[in-house]
């Protein structure tokens, strides 16, 4: 009697950079790293972005050294973020929002003009003080000039000089279009003078340099009339 020859069944093979990165790490035997809940591996993963972001500008960095710096396995790193792109774009609206936050904050503490220029100078500073990596990546990045990246910064940008405007014209009222002007330049004030800031590398003390940018805004203006 003739024997039939055994067929062997096999699973499809997975041919998208997750599966691909998978049946690598299985044969090259990795240790995968312990499960976390989603929450905490995603904020794991953002952290190790951020750093090979900041070391290595976004075309520089590369899905697998980013984790391993966040000791995952490539699988796990697609599985929260499908490419380099998004993994990028979600630390920026991470850190936008959180200045967004700090900065409107500073603006409402207070109803004193005086005081609140002040609350603003600080707040910035403190922020970059306490992540610089996160000033730089969303304010020194090579992908500054793309689309979805500028229009982010931009839509920043503008809900923070609205807010500081909208509080001149109520206090001077100024037209909207001369309210906002002020607002930009004390916006820009707080943003290029804290970029050099960084760079002074400590030897110049936070909040002498806050100071030192608050009056200069205050006493500018200051000197528009105030509505009684």
């Known amino acids: 009697m003739e024997r039939r020859p055994t067929v062997v069944h096999q699973a ?94 500073a603006l409402s503490s207070t109803t004193d003009n005086d005081e609140r220029v002040q609350a603003v100078m600080r707040a910035y500073y403190r922020f970059i003080a306490s992540d610089d990596q996160a000033h730089r990546l969303v304010f020194e990045s090579d992908l500054i000039n793309d689309p979805d990246v500028s229009s982010r910064l931009e839509t920043f940008n503008k809900t923070f000089a609205d807010a500081v405007a909208r509080v001149i014209a109520e206090d001077t009222k100024l037209p909207p279009l001369e309210a906002q002007l002020l607002g930009r330049g004390l916006a820009g004030m707080a943003q290029v003078s804290a970029r050099y800031w960084l760079e002074t590398d400590g030897n110049l003390d936070l909040d002498v340099a806050s100071d030192l940018i608050y009056r200069l805004a205050w006493r500018g203006i200051s000197r528009f009339p105030k509505e009684t």
């Not at 990165?21 to 953002?46: C, F, I, N, V, Y």
């Not at 520089?60 to 699988?75: C, F, L, N, R, Y």
């Open 12 to 105: 499809p093979v997975d041919r998208t950079p997750a599966g691909k990165a998978a049946a690598g790490q299985t044969r090259a035997g990795g240790a995968r790293s312990a499960r976390l809940p989603r929450d905490e591996r995603r904020a794991q993963l953002l952290a190790a972005a951020q750093e090979v972001f900041v070391a290595n500008g976004y075309h520089g960095a590369a899905m697998d050294e980013i984790a391993e710096t966040a000791h995952v396995s490539k699988p796990v790193l697609y599985q929260h973020f499908p490419s380099k792109r998004e993994l990028y774009l979600a630390l920026l609206d991470s850190h936008l929002s959180s200045l967004t936050d700090l900065m409107l904050g």
